[in-house]
């Protein structure tokens, strides 16, 4: 690390958990942030404020001005402007010890194995359930783990996944619900600072991932309700008849959903 | 057997808004039944045409998934908390 390291991260380098040389090893480290929205917004900040030396940001989309009440990686002056370019500024700008690479294009079946290799860790941070289940078995079948968020209105949860070891986002849901039977955050309101919440609770699960510190969010998930301040554990098993990574699984390749988003009337 | 009942927040039109709920019964099936017949409606966001819990739903007695218990059959307890979860997709849009 230069002096000008040592002096950025002097209030990590004073934790023992963390040090000189977890600090190195976030600064080699590579995290793969899937969605740069809500979610996605706090946890790439974090994570760029912490060193973590390689961020991917996949996301297809443009910034919307409705994305601006909880989206806090983008500005006013980026709406119309890709989020995976609009995020790469900032985080540039935040902290240059970070290479942000950019994928501008939806995570796909087809495409999702070559993007995610050589990532070290995923964050989900989508907004859909295709995407979610897609994303789960990425990180089964290719082994890295996958730090789950969702949000909705005023709750929010998160579990960690160390595939093959721990409970998979499968093993609690086993598909991904029809559309409709679960209103999407564009039909039902979230709380913005919701995505605030729950991304940093993600972000922090992934720096543990990464400097091996601590108690994960694996085999239990964590929900929030803002409106009553409750945190809850619910224990998550690992389901020996899981279609992905039970014992004999029926899943064994990547499939894309065919579901489309935020089309149905809310609850 | 009294028991609270965590509705989630998508669920809670049918409940008057309310988060919590107070219902009888000795097994989670009679706390469904409860639910049903004072917000009538809940059911079928819960369980399939065969009586099944949806997949995408899980219900837990306490911090347990009552499917490692005895499913719908799990033994209930006054004072136990019965609390629903549904997946939620949320986060980028």
Sequence with gaps: ????QIERYSRHILLPEVGGKGQISLLSSRVLIIGAGGLGSPAALY?????????GLVDMDVVDLSNLQRQILHGTPDVDHPKVLSGKEKIEALNPDVKVETYPFALTAANARDVVSGYDVILDGTDNFPAKFLINDLAVLSGKPLVHGG???FVGQVLTIRPGESACYRCL?????PAGAVPSCSEAGVLGVIAGVIGTIQATEVLKLLLGKGDLLTNRLLTYDALTVAFR??????????PVCGDHPVITELIDYEQTVCTTPGV | MSVVVRIPTPLRKLTGNQGEVREEGGTVREILDGLESHYPGIRERLTDEAGELRRFINIYLNEEDIRFAEGLDTKVKAGDEVSIIPAI???AR
Excluded: D, H, Q
């Design chain 1, 1 to 4: 690390m230069t002096e000008e």
């Design chain 1, 47 to 55: 994570l760029a404020a912490a060193g973590v030396g390689t961020i």
């Design chain 1, 151 to 153: 949000i909705l209105r």
């Design chain 1, 233 to 242: 554990n619910v224990a998550v098993r690992k389901n020996p008849k899981c």
């Design chain 2, 89 to 91: 997709a949320g986060g």
């Design chain 1, 173 to 177: 849901f086993r598909e991904p619900p």
